[in-house]
């Protein structure tokens, strides 16, 4: 069954195909650096301008809209007709809309600076323009000032003129006028007036014509801008690495999507539903020995050991190993547990009743636990050796005994007989725990056989060749056989086992059974495997009778 991704899943995902995921990162980056570098680069350059009062502005001291200087009027100025047109005589160009659509005008805060901006494809088009419509919108400005100062002088002129031409009339009438009389009081005192006035429109007249015309000043001038502001090169590359990141993790999903195999311990747990016992983090599985008790692997199984132990009711002894695929996890869990419940001084029976899935490794088992590969489980069931020939003890644990899986093939069907049951019967009185290794569920039905005649099962995953719906499948059979899986042992996966050289020259001799004359130990030669039956007589009889033997 398969269960809803949560993070920590994804993070998984991503670890396990971290290839993917930088593959698709790299090509991000990349993408981004090339949509960059096909981009327009676009400089800006600003030029500020403070701005003063010109001719009769009113002061502009005091901020950016008071009085008669507005200087949010003054920003939309810049942009005006004939500012711009000045600034394209300036840059002898003729496209108006164009140069309008690339100046921008910002007004500080509390201040009474424009800041002249101007965009362009190269850094000195940014310094020209933006130097160009700084001095065009002075120049526009200080014309302006003068046009209407000289406006105001010409009225004043004109007043002038009117009153100098009423004063010449009222001189005129007094030199007709009788001194001392009304009338000549009275002209008199109009000419008073209008000599006055006159003085005051000569002083003003004079005011305008000194007046000093200065629309503003540039405070800074427009600098050769050393980057563009545009492409923006660190968000488009970090665009790319976000679009090729997220690639990656789809691809990621959708591999992890079709890959079933069993990558770690959430797989088996999550997706298959079935406890993890242990897991061996060891990177590489021996091949000739059982892990030392004070590794790390041999440290893992003296814990499953303990659970198994811990999960057996009275009564319980018989213990089946089993792969979810092909392989040889099964026997590697099947040799370790069985070694590590011996190491506690517990009587303990190793069956092998997996036929080896290589020629070239064709006795995984006896060489784990340095017995003999022939005779065994088969040859017994076959009627060709009873009980005490094929028992061996293990070379290094003197209370395990091993039974490998013989020299008689498959032994087809030999699994499935009554031979078979009531063998495990027998055994279950001569010992304190019985470990079975069987076949692989995904090979046939051997395995819910012998799964059958045990107490519990434990299923032996190997990552990177187990997949899921193996795992899945195996705990299906053992359910319907009714054998509890206590749960999964997940190894790390086992290379196939190379043939060394010498070892490939020379053929394998199977030794035959021993026969009357080698029951002494003193016969057998000191380099072979001692052969030694841990039941009684009486036991061993019984079962040659149930053998056929």
């Excluded at 020379?506 to 030694?532: I, S, Y």
Aim: charged share 20%; proline share 6%.
């Amino acid at each position: 069954m398969d269960a809803s991704y949560e993070l920590s899943d994804y993070l998984t995902m991503a670890r396990r195909h971290w290839w993917i995921v930088l593959l698709a990162l790299t090509a991000g980056l990349a993408a981004g650096y090339a949509y960059n570098d096909q981009l327009p680069r676009e400089y800006v350059s600003a030029a500020q301008v403070l701005v003063r009062p010109a001719g009769q502005d009113a002061n502009v001291a005091g901020g950016r809209t008071r009085d008669e200087i507005n200087l949010d009027t003054e920003a939309q100025l810049v942009r005006s007709t004939a500012v711009v047109s000045q600034a394209a005589a300036r840059l002898g160009r003729d496209d108006i809309e164009a140069l309008t659509a690339r100046v921008a005008v910002e007004v500080p805060p509390n201040t009474s600076v424009l800041q002249i901006k101007f965009n362009a494809t190269t850094a000195a088009e940014a310094q020209a323009g933006a130097r160009a419509f700084a001095e065009s919108y002075l120049h526009n400005r200080e014309e302006n000032a003068k046009a209407t100062l000289t406006g105001q002088i010409e009225s004043l002129k004109g007043k002038l003129a009117e009153l100098t031409s009423e004063l010449t009339k009222i001189n005129t009438q007094l030199a007709t006028a009788r001194s001392g009389s009304s009338a000549y009081a009275t002209l008199d005192s109009q000419r008073d007036m209008t000599v006055g006035q006159i003085n005051q429109l000569t002083g003003k007249i004079n005011g305008l014509t000194t007046e000093t015309v200065s629309g503003g000043v540039i405070i800074r001038d427009a600098r050769l801008p050393g980057k563009p502001v545009k492409p923006n090169t660190p968000v488009n590359v970090a665009a790319g690495a976000v679009l090729g990141l997220l690639v990656g993790f789809a691809t990621a999903g959708l591999r992890e999507r079709f890959d079933r195999r069993v990558r770690g311990r959430t797989d088996v747990t999550n997706r298959c539903g079935i406890p993890v016992l242990g897991q061996i983090t060891d990177k590489a599985v021996p091949q000739d020995d059982v892990f030392a008790p004070f590794s790390g692997g041999g440290r893992a199984f003296n814990r499953l050991r303990n659970e198994v132990v811990a999960a057996m009711q009275p009564g319980e002894q018989v213990v089946v190993v089993t792969g979810a695929s092909r392989g040889a996890a099964a026997t590697s869990v099947a040799a370790n547990l069985a070694a590590a419940l011996a190491r506690t001084g517990t009587n303990v029976v190793l069956i092998g009743a997996h036929a080896p899935d290589s020629l070239i490794d064709p006795a995984p088992l006896a060489r784990l636990m340095g017995v003999s590969p022939a005779p065994g489980l088969s040859d017994v069931l076959a009627g060709r050796a009873n009980l005490s020939e094929v028992t061996q003890r293990a070379a290094r644990n003197p209370t395990l005994r091993v039974i490998t899986a013989g020299a008689t093939g498959s032994a087809a069907g030999l699994l499935q007989s009554q031979a078979l049951r009531e063998m495990v019967d027998t055994l279950r009185g001569n010992a304190e725990y019985l470990v079975i290794e069987a076949p692989s569920t995904s090979t046939g039905a051997d395995a819910q056989s012998l799964a059958s005649l045990a107490d519990a099962a434990i299923l032996a995953v190997e990552v990177r060749r187990t997949r899921r719906p193996e795992v899945s499948d195996a705990a299906e059979q053992l359910r319907r056989v009714g054998t509890p899986l206590l749960g999964a042992v997940i190894m790390p996966r086992i290379a196939p086992r190379k043939q060394p050289a010498l070892e490939a020259a020379e053929p394998t001799v199977v030794m035959p059974p021993p026969g009357p004359e080698l029951n002494g130990h003193d016969d057998l030669p000191q380099d072979q495997t001692e052969m030694l039956s841990t039941l009684d007589p009486e036991t061993l009889a019984a079962l040659d009778q149930a053998t056929g033997r």
